[in-house]
């Protein structure tokens, strides 16, 4: 039999093994979480046509603009809420991968807003899919540990497969945000932007709730940071002037990104560019998300 590999603590006695018998017969003993099997790729989607693969000078641009986005005051000082590590204090470097045929720094390029054709429970809308989406991905990503960057997660994978992007066999360095949130959306029946990597892709996306507005923020309206971020919105505080977002790629570089929910302290609302949605929502969920944030204290930002 094999110890865990990592330990899930300091000390632990418990083992795990594929050829365990009991009286010659086969049993399954307790074993550690594996990546695989997200919930939401239990429905078969066709993937977004395969788009073009990146050139050397958008590969350049990419790992510019994670550097610049490393030294972003922003990316510092988050705090996680709920799960195993509640209240543990991250910070967020989310660079942007070029969208497919954007040239220099043009990021954003063109992308198509497209719907993709699932099955929806009856009763239910691709709104409340949504919801349920995203809620099961926190718990898979909190007690289950499959969506964690591991270099070859298949979750992420087929978050990037989903979107065109078959050829990227690898989550390393690669930023995942907006094919996460690419992911979410069309596994929903949603509106999505086809073949998009980009987080600033979802600048402008669907219908723009004014940003000081916040009176008209919505569950799960898509956010788009400066940062080079985008992910789905939980909460907001006018006055502390923190957020709370759930989103992928998201986590503590140089450890593994995941998919959290953050706390986003230290009165940086501001950071957020774009909020926005591309659906209807039942009147029975149209609610307000403004709400007492507590943010991180004593969080500092990088030096230079």
Not at 92 to 107: R, S
Not at 174 to 184: I, K, N
Request: proline fraction near 11%.
């Amino acid at each position: 039999m094999s110890p865990l590999s990592p330990p899930s603590f300091s000390g632990q006695d418990v083992y795990y093994s594929q050829n365990v018998f009991i009286n010659k017969v086969q049993v399954g003993l307790w074993k550690p979480p594996e990546p695989g099997d997200a919930a939401i790729f239990n429905v078969s989607v066709p993937p977004d046509p395969p788009q073009p693969t990146f050139t050397p000078e958008q590969q350049a641009a990419m790992s510019k603009s994670q550097t610049e986005a490393a030294n972003n005051p922003g990316a510092y000082g988050q705090v996680i809420v709920g799960g195993p590590n509640d209240g543990t204090m991250v910070n967020t470097v989310e660079g942007q991968i070029p969208e497919p045929g954007a040239t220099g720094a043009d990021f954003s390029g063109d992308p198509k807003t497209t719907t993709a054709i699932i099955p929806i429970p009856p009763g239910s809308t691709p709104y409340q899919q949504l919801n349920i989406n995203i809620a099961n991905a926190i718990n898979e990503a909190y007690y289950q540990g499959k969506w964690k960057r591991t270099g070859h997660n298949p979750n992420i994978l087929a978050c990037f497969a989903d979107m065109g992007h078959s050829e990227i066999k690898s989550d390393g360095p690669t930023a995942w945000c907006a094919a996460f949130a690419g992911s979410m959306l069309k596994r929903s029946g949603l509106p999505y932007r086809q073949g998009n990597l980009a987080a600033y892709g979802y600048k402008n996306f669907g219908k723009s709730i004014p940003l000081t507005d916040y009176s008209a923020w919505r569950l799960n309206d898509v956010v788009v940071l400066s940062t080079s971020h985008v992910c789905f919105l939980q909460a907001v505080d006018p006055v502390s002037r923190n957020f709370t977002i759930i989103g992928g790629n998201q986590g503590d570089p140089p450890g593994p990104s995941d998919v959290t929910q953050l706390n986003w302290g230290r009165g940086q609302l501001g950071l957020i560019v774009y909020v926005g949605r591309q659906w209807d929502i039942p009147p029975d969920l149209n609610k307000s998300v403004v709400k007492t944030i507590i943010g991180a204290k004593g969080a500092q930002a990088p030096t230079k």
